[in-house]
């Protein structure tokens, strides 16, 4: 599916369940384009979502190793 017309099947069991999208400017294997273009297939179905775009050397394992940067958004959004 692409951003604007979510496959029903594919947003169907989301719920109303928070969700947040993370990305680095750094992810070459996950580019952040890609991010907005599910977080846009996410709001056209309707869900709660957010993204968070977070600066970071370490490219798609950022979360791995970039606990200050990662560990701070995370609790951030387990605790919303």
Request: proline share 6%.
């Amino acid at each position: 599916p692409h951003a604007g017309t979510p496959d029903p099947l594919w947003s169907r069991g989301l719920g109303d369940v928070y969700k947040r999208q993370i990305g680095v400017n750094e992810d070459y294997l996950f580019p952040f384009d890609c991010h907005e273009e599910l977080f846009g297939a996410f709001k056209s179905a309707s869900k709660d979502v957010s993204i968070k775009k977070l600066p970071s050397l370490h490219g798609h394992d950022s979360f791995l190793v970039d606990h200050q940067n990662f560990g701070s958004s995370i609790k951030e959004f387990l605790e919303s």
